[in-house]
């Protein structure tokens, strides 16, 4: 059964970079993703699409602070010189031919 | 510049039904698959439904299967997800969404606001 896990909270200082992580369960390592954040009472925002090769596409007007990449079954966000805008929730998500579906999320705290 | 926006939620009792709309712009809306996701409070995201560009093809998540069904105007640039038979447990915040190559959500709307409760 495929799932996407990911740690539920993550902090890092106003200006430092952090990453993120997001799971596919066993036997689903090639699967590609995406990264949504979501801004406190936002609707969410796409980010990228991950693949498999770390190869990625960001969404329209995405700035070059955010990056993605991949290492077996493990998905990456990096956000690097962290700005006070960019805490919120960010969800990875991926896809099948008849479902999608949503990692839990990751709370990200810029102190 | 690419816009979504639901409305049609509000506050309706179990075994009630709601319509939600979606007015797309902004972009040829005939092109795209669009989608819905909810999100029940101080949860995370939940895909609903999904209707291809044409309307030909729908797919929904086991826990709306029978209930919901979703459709499109393609003349009206409007998505629709009809929702019968209400529970407590759909109640949340429904967002619609395009799906770009039946892979990710692109762009996504604010949000309607549905509360199922007596």
């Known amino acids: 059964q495929l799932v996407l896990t990911q740690s539920p909270s993550a902090s890092a200082s106003l200006g430092a970079s952090v990453k993120l992580t997001c799971t596919l369960s066993s036997g689903h390592s090639s699967y590609a993703i995406a990264w949504h954040q979501q801004q406190p009472e936002k609707g969410p925002r796409y980010l990228m699409k991950?693949?498999?090769?770390?190869?990625?596409i960001k969404g329209d007007g995405i700035p070059d602070r955010f990056s993605g990449s991949s290492s077996g079954a493990e998905r990456y966000l990096t956000i690097s010189s962290l700005q006070s805008e960019d805490e919120a929730d960010y969800y990875c998500q991926t896809w099948g031919t008849d479902f999608w579906l949503f990692g839990g999320g990751t709370k990200l705290t810029v102190l | 510049e690419v816009q979504l926006l639901e409305s049609g939620g509000g506050l309706v009792q179990p075994g009630g039904s709601l319509r939600l709309s979606c007015a797309a712009s902004g972009f040829t809306f005939s092109s795209y698959a669009m989608s819905w996701v909810r999100q029940a409070p101080g949860k995370g995201l939940e895909w609903v439904s999904v209707v291809s560009n044409s309307g030909d093809y729908t797919y929904y998540a086991d826990s709306v299967k029978g209930r919901f069904t979703i459709s499109r105007d393609n003349s009206k640039n409007t998505l629709y997800l009809q929702m019968n038979s209400l529970r407590a447990e759909d109640t949340a915040v429904y967002y619609c969404?395009?799906?770009?190559?039946?892979?990710?959500?692109?762009?996504w709307g604010q949000g309607t606001l549905v509360t199922v409760s007596s």
């Open positions: 969404a395009t799906s770009t190559q039946w892979e990710q959500f692109d762009y």
């Open positions: 991950l693949n498999s090769d770390g190869s990625h």
